[in-house]
C-alpha cells in the first residue's frame, strides 16, 4: 500500500521524540499500520541537534508544510494558542489529517477545530494531549465506550505531583520544592500553567468533553493551585489517613457536570494516593466495568511521542475509511448541540467534604462558636485535632467535615474569617473518598 506521509511542525523535546520514534520503530510501525508511514517534511524554526534530518526535507515555515500537496497528515508539535490554531486550520482547509498534543489549543479551540475538520472529512487525533503516554483517550472513546461514566478523577500534572510527593516525603515547603523540580526541568520558570491547575483543566475539559458527550468548555472549568499547601497542612492530612493530590475531577450528576481542579484530600489506601514524582494516573468509574485506573508517564519526549505516534497509526488504517464511519473527534455524535448538553455545575452547588484550618486564640467557648457557625449551615463534624498553642497564644485547630454543598461552607468560612477569635484567613482543601461505590 501507499506509504502515509507526514509533516512534523515543531522539532523540540516531543517533535524530536516523535522523529525518533518513527525512524527508528519504522518497520515495526508499518507492521502494524499496514503501510508505511514516512516523514515526509519537517518545519521547524531550529535544528535538532538528536535528530539526523539529513534526506528530510526541512523548512522554516511551518505553514509551507501545511500548504504541502505531499503530505497526508500534520502533526502539530508547537504548542500554544494562536498560531497553532491558524497551522491546524489552515492544514484543515487543505484537506490534511491532523495529529496534535496540545492540550490548550483541543481545550480552547476544539469545537472550532472539530467542525471544520467534520466539513472536510478528515481526523483530528489528539491522544497525546492528555497524560502523555497513557492511551487514555482511546480507553475512554472506544474501551470504554459500552459504559455510562459517573465519574472521573485524575493526577493529570506531573509538576505540582512531585511537589506534593517531595512535600509529604521530606516535610518541605511549597516554595523550595518548586525550586528544586524548576532546576531539574520539572517545572517551567514561569510555573503557573502547572501550579494554579491550569494545565490539568485543559485536560480535564477534554476528559469531561469525552465521558460525557458534552462541548469543550474550558472556561467554565474550576481552577485552584497548590501554592498556598502548607508542610502543617500535609501532616495533619497524613494524621487523619489522608494524603494531598492536585486532582481534576468530574462528575456527572442529574443536574450537570462537574468540571474541577483542586488540591485534593484522598484516603491512604486509594491507588491514586499512592501515585508518586511525576507519574500521572487516571481513575475512571463507569457503570458496567466498575473502577478502572490508567497509569504512566505523563510527559516527556518518547512517552509523548508514543501516544503522537499512535494516532498516526489510527490515521493510516482509518484513512481511507469514509468519514461517518471513524470514531467521533469526541466519540460522540452530535458532540455540539448544545441544547441537549448537560450543564457544568457552578462551583457553589458542588457537594464534597471538607478538610479546615484555622488559628484561634486560646480562650474559653471559641471552638463552640466555629461547631455553631458550622451547624448553622448544617455542617457537622467528623474529625476534629486540637493542637498545643503557638506563639502568641494563637491554637492551630484542624476539622474535617461530612459531604456538604459549597456555598454552605464560603457562607461558613465567611463568618468564621469575621470572628474576632480567628486569626487570618481559614484553610480549606476539598476531600474526596472516590468511593468504588459511588
Not at 501545511?66 to 486550520?89: Q, T, W
Not at 532546576?183 to 468533553?209: C, M, R
Request: proline share 4%; net charge negative; charged share 25%.
Amino acid at each position: 500500500m501507499d506509504p502515509v506521509r507526514v509533516g512534523i511542525c515543531g522539532l523540540g523535546t516531543v517533535g524530536g521524540g516523535t522523529f525518533d520514534v518513527l525512524t527508528r520503530n519504522a518497520d515495526e510501525i508499518a507492521r502494524r499500520a499496514g503501510r508505511p508511514i514516512v516523514i515526509e517534511q519537517v518545519g521547524a524554526r531550529r535544528d535538532n541537534p538528536h535528530c539526523d534530518t539529513s534526506g528530510v526535507k526541512v523548512t522554516r515555515d511551518i505553514f509551507e508544510v501545511a500548504r504541502n500537496p505531499d503530505i497526508d497528515v500534520l502533526v502539530e508539535l508547537i504548542g500554544g494558542y494562536d498560531v497553532a490554531r491558524e497551522l491546524v486550520m489552515t492544514a484543515i482547509e487543505h484537506g490534511k489529517h491532523v495529529v496534535t498534543a496540545n492540550k490548550a489549543l483541543i481545550a480552547v479551540h476544539g469545537n472550532e477545530i472539530f467542525h471544520a475538520a467534520h466539513k472536510k472529512g478528515v481526523i483530528v487525533a489528539f491522544e497525546a494531549a492528555v497524560a502523555g503516554g497513557i492511551p487514555v483517550i482511546k480507553s475512554l472513546r472506544e474501551g470504554l465506550g459500552a459504559n455510562r461514566i459517573q465519574w472521573l478523577a485524575g493526577i493529570i500534572n506531573g509538576t505540582g505531583n512531585y511537589i506534593l510527593t517531595h512535600m509529604r516525603d521530606e516535610g518541605r515547603a511549597f516554595e523550595d520544592v518548586l525550586a528544586e523540580a524548576q532546576a531539574l526541568g520539572y517545572a517551567e520558570a514561569d510555573p503557573t500553567f502547572d501550579v494554579e491547575g491550569i494545565d490539568a483543566a485543559h485536560k480535564l475539559t477534554i476528559l469531561a468533553s469525552i465521558a460525557y458527550g458534552v462541548p469543550l468548555q474550558f472556561d467554565r472549568a474550576y481552577t485552584e493551585g497548590i501554592a498556598r499547601i502548607t508542610a502543617e497542612d500535609v501532616e495533619q492530612a497524613d494524621n487523619l489517613g489522608y494524603t494531598i493530590k492536585h486532582l481534576g475531577i468530574t462528575r456527572r450528576g442529574d443536574n450537570g457536570v462537574e468540571l474541577r481542579v483542586h488540591p485534593t484530600l484522598i484516603p491512604k489506601e486509594r491507588l491514586l494516593a499512592n501515585v508518586h514524582g511525576v507519574k500521572n494516573a487516571i481513575a475512571v468509574m463507569g457503570d458496567a466495568v466498575g473502577p478502572t485506573l490508567y497509569y504512566g508517564a505523563g510527559a516527556g519526549a518518547e512517552p509523548t511521542a508514543s501516544a503522537v505516534v499512535a494516532d498516526l497509526l489510527d490515521v493510516a488504517r482509518n484513512i481511507a475509511t469514509a468519514h461517518s464511519y471513524r470514531v467521533p473527534y469526541l466519540a460522540f455524535s452530535g458532540v455540539n448541540d448544545e441544547a441537549n448538553a448537560l450543564p457544568i455545575l457552578p462551583m457553589e452547588e458542588i457537594v464534597t467534604a471538607y478538610y479546615l484550618r484555622l488559628l484561634a486564640v486560646d480562650r474559653p467557648g471559641v471552638l463552640a462558636r466555629v461547631a455553631t457557625i458550622l451547624a448553622e449551615q448544617g455542617i457537622s463534624i467528623e474529625a476534629i485535632i486540637q493542637k498545643e498553642a503557638t506563639e502568641g497564644e494563637l491554637v492551630p485547630i484542624i476539622l474535617l467535615t461530612h459531604r456538604t454543598r459549597e456555598k454552605h461552607m464560603n457562607e461558613a468560612i465567611r463568618q468564621l474569617e469575621s470572628l474576632a477569635d480567628i486569626a487570618g484567613p481559614v484553610t480549606r482543601i476539598r476531600v474526596e473518598s472516590l468511593d468504588e461505590q459511588e
